[in-house]
């Protein structure tokens, strides 16, 4: 299946509607240290939530860094290690969940963010795959659903709350199907909140001039037979800085991000931009060259 741009501003801008009425900040200016980045890699908690956005169920899984040795297997509603972290949604693609993307959604949790990965009604395993629901915008409105509903958390009396860093917003990835869910949330329906984002293997999702500011690593395989790679340099080449593409040449959909050679590269540039965007770590960003070179990966930035 091949899959190309469509006209997709059928619902309308997000905007502020999903903010809440809060204020965070933009991401055009160099991101203010938050909490300091962890160093040490954590053990994993998941705390499963189940919600919805009108009549469609949003299962969400949350992973979050926990107290204990690191290395093993999530545990159910594990207590939160001490700390505030930032928040990155991860968005799953067609067909999977977030079990089957724990090679990308763990190293985040366990490098000190709280994850919400939502399963998707319409386009996770077990059901007959609605590709109509990224186009017309129901996914990218699902993530907002799922960011307000995690932030919520940060009050009251729950676990995790003040736990959340957000003094520089808040962070969504996704890949494929979860990468254009991505992208559509920083486009056709922004959200304001996000500040950082990473689309796995998209497709330009759409009118780019209510773009959200938000720093927007794309990665690509220059085979994909899925994901057109022209249309996601064209959704690249459309938004502001600060951008980077990170192009695996010979590659197709997905061996990037299941373990094929490069997937090493991968993880450790997604976390370098998490951690400078989300932690304003510094020293992140300028690994970010390093950390993307080998295995004939092509690395294009502009962090200014």
């Not at 254009?180 to 293997?201: F, N, Q």
Request: proline share 7%.
């Amino acid at each position: 299946m091949s899959i190309t741009r469509r006209g997709v501003l059928g619902l309308g801008a997000l905007g502020a509607a999903v903010a809440g009425g809060s204020v965070l900040p933009s991401a055009l200016a160099e991101p203010a240290p938050a909490a300091t980045a962890p160093t040490e890699p954590f053990a994993l908690g998941v705390r499963e939530f189940a919600w919805s956005r009108g009549d469609r169920s949003l299962v969400t899984r949350i992973f979050y860094p926990t107290t204990g040795s690191p290395g093993g297997d999530p545990v159910r509603d594990a207590p939160i290690a001490d700390g505030a972290f930032p928040v990155v949604e991860w968005s799953h693609g067609l067909g999977g969940n977030p079990e089957s993307y724990g090679v990308m959604i763990r190293p985040l949790a366990e490098a000190g963010f709280i994850v919400p990965a939502p399963v998707f009604p319409t386009t996770s395993s077990g059901t007959e795959g609605n590709v109509g629901d990224v186009y017309n915008g129901n996914q990218s409105l699902d993530v907002a659903e799922v960011i307000t509903r995690t932030l919520a958390l940060n009050e009251g009396d729950d676990m995790f709350a003040g736990h959340m860093d957000t003094a520089n917003g808040v962070g969504a990835a996704g890949h494929s199907l979860g990468g254009m869910t991505t992208h559509g949330i920083l486009t056709a329906w922004p959200d304001e909140r996000v500040t950082a984002a990473i689309p796995y293997a998209t497709v330009d999702m759409g009118d780019p001039t209510g773009a959200v500011a938000a720093k927007v690593l794309f990665v690509h395989g220059d085979q994909d037979p899925v994901c057109d790679y022209g249309l996601a340099r064209q959704a690249y080449g459309e938004l502001p800085t600060p951008k980077a593409f990170m192009t695996h040449t010979g590659q197709g959909h997905d061996e990037y991000i299941w373990n094929g050679a490069t997937y090493d590269q991968t993880v450790a540039t997604s976390l370098d931009w998490m951690r400078w965007s989300l932690y304003g770590d510094t020293a992140a960003r300028d690994r970010l060259a390093d950390d993307a070179s080998g295995g004939g990966i092509v690395w294009e930035a502009e962090l200014d």
